[in-house]
């Protein structure tokens, strides 16, 4: 049979939360599910009257433009519609200051992102538009300002703004009546801080800022004509996403004085931002200052020491020069993803162009347990860096000369508190002594036992290194000049969804993986923000399933589909994802947009045209592959648990039952019945051959493939036959004991198959996908959070990735594990008219959760004890459903439904009712 979690969709995330203006910013035409529409208005004629302009300079890549029209008699405007873009084309799609729009001095919204065609298309973006109430249109006139990027010249910004005065109506359109400023000095853009792709790092010169040019009476006399660039050559369309939010004046909750020229800064979560510092005349001495910014920490916290560059790669550093004479105004222009930043002031640079630190001299020192250690620095030299700490059995040796040394953590036997507790005795201070032992780990080491001994009866010594440097103590704990971030993301809606438990533990991972959604994602789904920029068919299933069960619009998926699917990537599971994607957008939203639209394509990434007429297994040794795929089955390549790589493999193969599947409902349902049936005989085929060839009878398990993969059994072939309903039921506990002692084996993306796969099997009631959620083996969320992030990793450790970045959605797969799985909350039809609700709760005592849908909320509590089980539903207005409870272990099959007793149906080990109504609270229990 099909298994109920074949279909769960791609989504990303939306923004802060937070809301520069009271505006409100909707896609044109845009329509949230269940009667909630956003306002329209007619764009049909949108680049009619308008003209693409530009600064007229060949070298003009940042430029300010404004346009300060007065309302005549000064009469009082009611509303404004504003639609915007700029050219992009190529991997400048990364790249999002494209245009950032201005409304008399308030910041209104920055763009436009990705488009939905092919990335090789030149001015591939489509427009946003937004929508003004008077609050945002006080006073007797309006100041458009743009403030835009290019690398491709002259570039193109095109706007038209429409003004409503009640009774009457002006537009205001891009031409070139409108004053434009190369700001290109300003940025003094060098270099690039992006990973794979080009961004310039801009080293502001405070000096060359033109002032308050989006206000109202600016003198731009000095500004020149904007010069009207060639038509965009097709027709403007309007994006289908909301606009991103953009919040200015973002203050980072922790603010620490290094010395008197380093601060350190903490935004406490992940961000995409960029920074603004406003300086008053003379409050900065120094000529230089030096911002870094990155995810990740490479000392104790507050030292100031970041991990830089980045593991993804990037670049975040930028050298600006303050305004000695003048207030110096300083701000980003494209936005990098981080957690931590730096703030050094300094009056030389190195020939590298950034701040020229003075050299600092280094010690180290190895003693034995019981022994004192006594670190000091020269005169007028603190310690400024604890560069090595371990307490158990470190390698390495210390030259003594120069502080040298090849120190290194022995893990078998380490203290993993060693840095910060050397750091709190000894940084900042000119001389300190250690009492190498126990004791001095003891209440803060967790690879210890409770003294803080981290190897029972082995003989320890402790390796320390630390660097001086001149003392420079702080003489102020104020930064002396305003520090913030403006911040960009999808809009975010935080009454759409919540879970508790009685898991703390499961709380903070889902906490952890709602984050993620709610501050990585701009207008697609990407894998992350940081290193690559880029939309891949796998993380956008991933992530799209988990904001449609966080947020209740849906179109942010479905610009993200069809981005994905124009522009595919090189895995054969990522294209066979596709149909899977396109049949979770249907389900949730109701659309079968995406179906009609590719369905040439989505035939053809199932790769069902290379299936062996013999075998009926897909086998790429008779068919040539799609141009530039390969199989991954999991990444990084070492969580792969050995899997045996064939041109029959088993993943493959699972993959395409589960899209076949997808395809033959999506046929049935416009009109592809021919198809339909095809597919549905494909996919049982194949169902049937996998388990003839595939299937170890012995052993009960899926082997990795043929053509000499038949003696191997890895994690992946299991989890991926289970999830796409190949496995048979027969085997399903064989396959649940294997599961439960190999554990979290594979990557943050396998773990996605691996729990929908086990809540398939629902013979344990969901104990032990629970389990591995709220593990904190290293493959686990639970490390994920013990090593302070606060969105999801790329990978579950450093080790396994080296290059990881630490704002990866792809990795949020509890979020569908518990709803579709733990909560059991399934559309049976499209848009939720019928759903099934199973919970599989394991060992929790409470569920309290909302989960959004197209027409509205469920909302759903749970009690659950060894002995009884009782369940509060409120469901949509409109939709019906099918509620099955636990047998407990209880004899007879009665269920009390809002106080009634009811005959349940069976199923498996649980008891179903059918034809419960939204829109009223429902009570089932058993007990």
Same mark, same amino acid.
């Given at each position: 049979?099909?298994?109920?979690?074949?279909?769960?969709?791609?989504?990303?995330?939306?923004?802060?939360?937070?809301?520069?203006?009271a505006?409100?910013?909707?896609?044109?035409?845009?329509?949230?599910?269940?009667?909630?529409?956003?306002?329209k208005?007619?764009?049909?004629?949108?680049?009619?009257?308008?003209?693409?302009?530009?600064?007229?300079?060949?070298?003009?890549?940042?430029?300010?433009?404004?346009?300060?029209?007065?309302?005549?008699?000064?009469?009082?405007?009611?509303?404004?519609?504003?639609?915007?873009?700029?050219?992009?084309?190529?991997?400048?799609?990364?790249l999002?200051?494209a245009?950032?729009?201005?409304?008399?001095?308030?910041?209104?919204?920055?763009?436009?992102?990705?488009?939905?065609?092919?990335?090789?298309?030149?001015?591939?973006?489509?427009?946003?538009?937004f929508?003004?109430?008077?609050?945002?249109?006080?006073g007797?006139?309006?100041?458009?300002?743009?403030?835009?990027?290019?690398?491709?010249?002259?570039?193109?910004?095109?706007?038209?703004?429409?003004?409503?005065?009640?009774?009457?109506?002006?537009?205001?359109?891009?031409?070139?009546?409108?004053?434009?400023?190369?700001?290109?000095?300003?940025?003094?853009?060098?270099?690039?801080?992006?990973?794979?792709?080009?961004?310039?790092?801009?080293?502001?010169?405070?000096?060359?800022?033109?002032?308050?040019?989006?206000?109202?009476?600016?003198?731009?006399?000095?500004?020149?004509?904007?010069?009207?660039?060639?038509?965009?050559?097709?027709?403007?369309?309007?994006?289908?996403?909301?606009?991103?939010?953009?919040?200015?004046?973002?203050?980072?909750?922790?603010?620490?004085?290094?010395?008197?020229?380093?601060?350190?800064?903490?935004f406490?979560?992940?961000?995409?931002?960029?920074?603004?510092?406003?300086?008053p005349?003379?409050?900065?001495?120094?000529?230089?200052?030096?911002?870094?910014?990155?995810?990740?920490?490479?000392?104790p916290?507050?030292?100031?020491?970041?991990?830089?560059?980045?593991?993804?790669?990037?670049?975040?550093?930028?050298?600006?020069?303050?305004?000695?004479?003048n207030?110096?105004?300083?701000?980003?222009?494209?936005?990098?993803?981080?957690?931590?930043?730096?703030?050094?002031l300094?009056?030389?640079?190195?020939?590298?162009?950034? =701040?020229?630190?003075?050299?600092?001299?280094?010690?180290?020192?190895?003693?034995?347990?019981?022994?004192?250690?006594?670190?000091? =620095?020269?005169?007028?030299?603190?310690?400024?860096?604890?560069?090595?700490?371990?307490?158990?059995?470190?390698?390495?040796?210390?030259?003594?000369?120069?502080?040298?040394?090849?120190?290194?953590?022995?893990?078998?036997?380490?203290?993993?508190?060693?840095?910060?507790?050397?750091?709190?005795?000894c940084?900042?201070?000119?001389?300190?002594?250690?009492?190498?032992?126990?004791?001095?780990?003891?209440?803060g080491?967790?690879?210890?036992?409770?003294?803080?001994?981290?190897?029972?009866?082995?003989?320890?010594?402790?390796?320390?290194?630390?660097? =001086?440097?001149?003392?420079?103590?702080?003489?102020?704990?104020?930064?002396?000049?305003?520090?913030?971030?403006?911040?960009?993301?999808?809009?975010?809606?935080?009454?759409?969804?919540?879970?508790?438990?009685?898991?703390?533990?499961?709380?903070?991972v889902?906490?952890?993986?709602?984050?993620?959604?709610?501050?990585?994602?701009?207008?697609?789904?990407?894998?992350?923000?940081?290193?690559?920029?880029?939309?891949?068919?796998?993380?956008?299933?991933?992530?799209?399933?988990?904001?449609?069960?966080?947020?209740?619009?849906?179109n942010?998926?479905?610009?993200?589909?069809k981005?994905?699917?124009?522009?595919?990537?090189?895995?054969?599971?990522?294209?066979?994802?596709?149909?899977?994607?396109?049949?979770e957008?249907?389900?949730?939203?109701?659309?079968?947009?995406?179906?009609?639209?590719?369905?040439?394509?989505?035939?053809?990434?199932?790769?069902?045209?290379?299936?062996?007429?013999?075998?009926?297994?897909v086998?790429?040794?008779? =068919?040539a592959?799609?141009?530039?795929?390969?199989d991954?089955?999991?990444?990084?390549?070492?969580?792969?648990?050995?899997?045996?790589?064939?041109d029959?493999?088993?993943?493959?193969?699972?993959?395409?039952?589960?899209?076949?599947?997808?395809?033959?409902?999506?046929?049935?349902?416009?009109?592809?019945?021919?198809?339909?049936?095809?597919?549905?005989?494909?996919?049982?085929?194949?169902?049937?051959?996998?388990?003839?060839?595939?299937l170890?009878n012995?052993?009960?398990?899926?082997?990795?493939?043929?053509?000499?993969?038949?003696?191997?059994?890895?994690?992946?072939?299991?989890?991926?036959?289970?999830?796409?309903g190949?496995?048979?039921?027969?085997s399903?506990?064989?396959?649940l004991?294997?599961?439960?002692?190999?554990?979290?084996?594979?990557?943050?993306?396998?773990?996605?198959?691996?729990?929908?796969?086990?809540?398939?099997?629902?013979s344990?009631?969901?104990?032990?996908?629970?389990?591995?959620?709220?593990?904190?083996?290293?493959?686990?969320?639970?490390?994920?959070?013990?090593?302070?992030?606060?969105?999801?990793?790329?990978?579950?450790?450093?080790?396994?990735?080296?290059?990881?970045?630490?704002?990866h959605?792809?990795?949020?797969?509890?979020?569908t594990?518990?709803?579709?799985?733990?909560?059991?909350?399934?559309?049976?039809?499209?848009?939720?008219?019928?759903?099934?609700?199973?919970?599989?709760?394991?060992?929790?005592?409470?569920?309290?959760?909302?989960?959004?849908?197209?027409?509205?909320?469920?909302?759903?509590?749970?009690?659950?004890?060894?002995?009884s089980?009782?369940l509060?539903?409120?469901?949509?207005?409109?939709?019906?459903?099918?509620?099955?409870?636990?047998?407990?272990?209880?004899?007879?099959?009665?269920?009390?439904?809002?106080?009634?007793?009811?005959?349940?149906?069976?199923?498996?080990?649980?008891?179903?009712?059918?034809?419960l109504?939204?829109?009223?609270?429902?009570?089932?229990?058993?007990?």
């Amino acid at each position: 049979g099909t298994s109920p979690f074949m279909g769960i969709m791609m989504i990303q995330w939306m923004a802060t939360g937070l809301v520069s203006v009271a505006a409100v910013a909707t896609a044109a035409n845009h329509e949230f599910g269940g009667g909630v529409h956003a306002r329209k208005h007619d764009t049909s004629t949108f680049g009619s009257a308008s003209q693409p302009i530009w600064h007229p300079s060949s070298r003009a890549n940042y430029v300010f433009m404004r346009k300060e029209v007065p309302f005549s008699g000064g009469a009082k405007a009611k509303s404004a519609t504003i639609a915007v873009t700029a050219a992009v084309s190529g991997s400048r799609e990364k790249l999002l200051g494209a245009y950032r729009l201005y409304v008399n001095g308030k910041t209104i919204g920055i763009g436009p992102g990705r488009g939905d065609v092919s990335v090789s298309a030149a001015n591939h973006t489509a427009f946003d538009t937004f929508h003004l109430t008077a609050d945002e249109l006080s006073g007797g006139s309006m100041v458009l300002g743009l403030q835009s990027y290019a690398d491709t010249l002259p570039g193109k910004v095109i706007l038209e703004a429409n003004i409503s005065f009640g009774t009457s109506t002006m537009s205001i359109v891009s031409d070139n009546t409108w004053q434009t400023f190369d700001a290109t000095p300003y940025y003094n853009p060098k270099g690039n801080t992006g990973g794979a792709y080009q961004c310039p790092q801009e080293h502001i010169v405070a000096s060359l800022f033109p002032g308050e040019w989006t206000l109202a009476g600016y003198n731009a006399a000095a500004w020149v004509p904007a010069t009207e660039s060639a038509p965009f050559g097709f027709e403007l369309t309007p994006k289908e996403t909301l606009p991103l939010n953009i919040t200015t004046g973002v203050v980072p909750p922790v603010i620490v004085p290094v010395s008197n020229s380093m601060f350190f800064f903490d935004f406490k979560t992940e961000i995409m931002a960029g920074i603004r510092l406003e300086i008053p005349v003379g409050a900065v001495k120094a000529k230089y200052i030096q911002l870094t910014l990155s995810e990740e920490l490479d000392g104790p916290y507050g030292s100031g020491q970041l991990l830089f560059p980045m593991r993804t790669g990037n670049n975040y550093r930028y050298v600006f020069t303050p305004d000695s004479a003048n207030p110096s105004v300083i701000e980003l222009h494209e936005y990098a993803l981080f957690r931590y930043g730096t703030l050094l002031l300094c009056d030389s640079l190195d020939t590298k162009g950034e =701040c020229d630190v003075p050299t600092q001299a280094s010690q180290c020192v190895v003693a034995n347990e019981m022994t004192t250690i006594e670190l000091g =620095c020269a005169d007028k030299e603190i310690i400024s860096d604890i560069e090595f700490a371990d307490y158990g059995e470190p390698t390495g040796t210390c030259t003594g000369t120069g502080g040298q040394n090849t120190f290194a953590v022995n893990k078998s036997c380490t203290t993993d508190n060693a840095a910060s507790v050397v750091q709190e005795l000894c940084l900042h201070k000119q001389q300190c002594s250690l009492t190498v032992g126990n004791t001095l780990f003891a209440g803060g080491c967790h690879s210890c036992l409770p003294d803080g001994d981290p190897c029972h009866l082995m003989l320890k010594h402790m390796s320390v290194a630390v660097a =001086c440097a001149p003392n420079q103590q702080r003489v102020s704990s104020e930064l002396p000049f305003s520090l913030a971030a403006w911040t960009v993301a999808y809009p975010w809606n935080e009454e759409d969804s919540h879970f508790h438990s009685s898991s703390e533990m499961l709380n903070r991972v889902y906490e952890l993986c709602r984050n993620t959604l709610r501050v990585t994602s701009l207008d697609t789904t990407t894998d992350s923000n940081t290193r690559e920029r880029l939309p891949y068919e796998a993380d956008g299933y991933i992530t799209g399933n988990s904001r449609y069960l966080l947020q209740r619009e849906t179109n942010w998926q479905l610009h993200s589909s069809k981005h994905n699917f124009v522009n595919p990537t090189w895995p054969t599971e990522w294209r066979q994802f596709m149909p899977l994607i396109a049949r979770e957008h249907w389900m949730q939203s109701g659309s079968t947009a995406l179906a009609v639209d590719y369905w040439d394509l989505l035939s053809n990434s199932t790769q069902v045209r290379c299936v062996n007429e013999t075998t009926q297994l897909v086998d790429f040794s008779h =068919c040539a592959r799609q141009p530039g795929t390969r199989d991954i089955v999991d990444w990084p390549e070492d969580a792969r648990d050995g899997y045996v790589m064939t041109d029959v493999n088993t993943v493959i193969n699972a993959f395409l039952v589960g899209s076949l599947k997808a395809m033959a409902e999506m046929g049935h349902a416009i009109g592809k019945e021919s198809d339909a049936f095809k597919f549905e005989a494909q996919a049982n085929a194949t169902v049937l051959s996998m388990r003839k060839l595939l299937l170890d009878n012995v052993s009960g398990l899926m082997v990795d493939g043929l053509d000499g993969a038949e003696t191997h059994s890895a994690w992946h072939a299991q989890t991926n036959s289970l999830w796409h309903g190949v496995t048979p039921a027969s085997s399903h506990n064989q396959m649940l004991e294997f599961l439960k002692k190999k554990r979290v084996v594979g990557s943050v993306y396998a773990v996605f198959s691996y729990l929908m796969g086990l809540y398939a099997i629902d013979s344990d009631h969901g104990t032990t996908a629970l389990e591995m959620m709220t593990q904190c083996d290293d493959n686990s969320w639970c490390h994920m959070l013990s090593v302070n992030a606060t969105a999801t990793m790329e990978a579950w450790t450093r080790d396994e990735k080296p290059n990881l970045s630490w704002s990866h959605p792809w990795a949020t797969a509890p979020i569908t594990a518990i709803v579709r799985g733990l909560l059991g909350l399934v559309p049976a039809l499209p848009t939720y008219t019928r759903w099934v609700l199973k919970p599989q709760l394991g060992n929790l005592t409470f569920v309290d959760a909302r989960v959004p849908s197209t027409p509205g909320f469920f909302d759903i509590s749970i009690n659950a004890t060894s002995y009884s089980f009782s369940l509060k539903l409120l469901a949509p207005l409109n939709t019906s459903g099918q509620v099955c409870v636990p047998a407990m272990g209880l004899p007879g099959s009665i269920v009390t439904v809002d106080g009634q007793t009811i005959t349940g149906t069976a199923s498996g080990d649980y008891f179903c009712v059918d034809d419960l109504l939204g829109g009223k609270m429902h009570m089932i229990s058993r007990a």
